[in-house]
T-cell receptor, first 115, second 115 residues
Framework: QKEVEQNSGPLSVPEGAIASLNCTYSDRGSQSFFWYRQYSGKSPELIMSIYSNGDKEDGRFTAQLNKASQYVSLLIRDSQPSDSATYLCAVNIVSSGGSNYKLTFGKGTLLTVNP | GAVVSQHPSWVICKSGTSVKIECRSLDFQATTMFWYRQFPKQSLMLMATSNEGSKATYEQGVEKDKFLINHASLTLSTLTVTSAHPEDSSFYIC???????????FGSGTRLTVV
């Protein structure tokens, strides 16, 4: 089983709609979860971080975490064409040595917001 | 705050030559630096973790003699791709943990093309 899994998409939504992005992870001990946005040819930029079960809202973005289900999601409300990008789910997972964490990325979901 | 400056942003080199990529933490001390590689339409794959003053830890399958990492100071980590081949062509990104705030800050990435 892959450590962090996302639907690769592509996901296409009309402008103004809600985009829903999902991610599951394998390590039950993970404590830190991140959503990054990556435009083509650019480095990832942090959208949201979440550490506790439940919802966390920041403007048009809401991250949801369910540790029992090992599931984290990102909702984008009132989607804009400028939101079109690849969204990467990242989870801190214990490294094989057991003493450190490493940030592990999913494959990413390509989102297209149509005007 | 917590800015990582990465250079060069792109480089083209001949097969068999070596290329050095630098990541500098500008406004904080980075005791740890993560090095990722991203192939087209793929996710970020962790190559190695460098720690200031000690040997880097490489992920399984990454050749430590080919990808030389040096982290000699708290503000500079370098990745040298030795004897580069066309299959090493990729997007290389460094990342450092943010102090206190949690999360990670990323360099702007280096597009390496080996011809």
């Amino acid at each position: 089983q892959k450590e962090v899994e996302q639907n690769s998409g592509p996901l296409s939504v009309p402008e103004g709609a809600i985009a829903s992005l999902n991610c599951t992870y394998s390590d039950r001990g993970s404590q830190s979860f991140f959503w990054y946005r990556q435009y083509s040819g650019k480095s990832p930029e942090l959208i949201m971080s979440i550490y506790s079960n439940g919802d966390k809202e920041d403007g048009r973005f809401t991250a949801q975490l369910n540790k029992a289900s090992q599931y984290v999601s990102l909702l984008i409300r009132d989607s804009q064409p400028s939101d079109s990008a690849t969204y990467l789910c990242a989870v801190n997972i214990v490294s094989s040595g057991g003493s450190n964490y490493k940030l592990t990325f999913g494959k990413g979901t390509l989102l297209t917001v149509n005007p | 705050g917590a800015v990582v400056s990465q250079h060069p942003s792109w480089v083209i080199c001949k097969s068999g030559t070596s290329v050095k990529i630098e990541c500098r933490s500008l406004d904080f001390q980075a005791t740890t630096m993560f090095w990722y590689r991203q192939f087209p339409k793929q996710s970020l794959m962790l190559m190695a973790t460098s720690n200031e003053g000690s040997k880097a830890t490489y992920e399984q399958g990454v050749e430590k003699d080919k990808f030389l990492i040096n982290h000699a100071s708290l503000t500079l980590s370098t990745l040298t791709v030795t004897s580069a081949h066309p299959e090493d062509s990729s997007f290389y990104i460094c990342s450092a943990p943010k102090q206190g705030a949690g999360g990670y800050t990323f360099g702007s990435g280096t597009r390496l093309t080996v011809v």
